[in-house]
């Protein structure tokens, strides 16, 4: 390695050492996000039909859509795959939110794999879900388009 290279290298550690001690480092770190973007994307993902994740998932999604610093700026969708189905069965008690998070703007779908697989009838669903092709499909083509892919955990009852 060259003497003016070495310098510069044995510089910039010291310039970082300094930042990281006098705080500046660390004030950059914990500082919050800014929406630099005019849009973002965001997929959310539910395979379990448990009342919690249901609820927890919509949470979620509705915590994200009232973010101050993304308000215009985000597009959303939910995508039901497995056991997750049972998020959009007539009469599970969330019909309301969900007409609501549509009203929002949030895209409804879900996946055809699962109810052909699990033998769901398509009336069963309340009729403005949509249905796409494959759950994985539709999140690999939200992820390529850039979106953010959510998978929002079953809630912990120990917690």
Not at 1 to 18: D, E, S
Not at 24 to 31: G, I, K, N, Q, S
Not at 136 to 157: C, D, F, K, L, V
Request: net charge positive; with cysteine; proline share 6%.
């Amino acid at each position: 390695m060259k003497m003016p290279i070495r310098r510069a290298l044995v510089g910039a550690a010291l310039i970082t050492v300094a930042l990281s001690s006098s705080g500046m480092a660390r004030a950059e770190a914990t500082a919050p996000a800014i929406a630099t973007q005019s849009h973002y994307g965001a997929i959310f993902q539910i395979d379990s039909g448990s009342p919690g994740a249901i609820k927890k998932t919509i949470n979620n999604i509705e915590n994200l859509l009232h973010d101050p610093r993304l308000k215009g700026k985000v597009q959303v969708e939910l995508i039901a795959n497995a056991q997750g189905f049972a998020a959009y069965v007539k009469n599970n008690g969330f019909e309301q939110k969900l007409q609501t998070l549509r009203q929002q703007g949030v895209l409804l779908a879900q996946c055809a794999n699962t109810l052909r697989e699990l033998h769901v009838d398509r009336k069963d669903l309340y009729p403005f879900i949509t249905v796409v092709p494959s759950g994985m499909g539709e999140i690999t083509i939200r992820e390529a388009q850039g979106w953010a892919y959510i998978h929002p955990s079953a809630p912990n009852p120990g917690l």
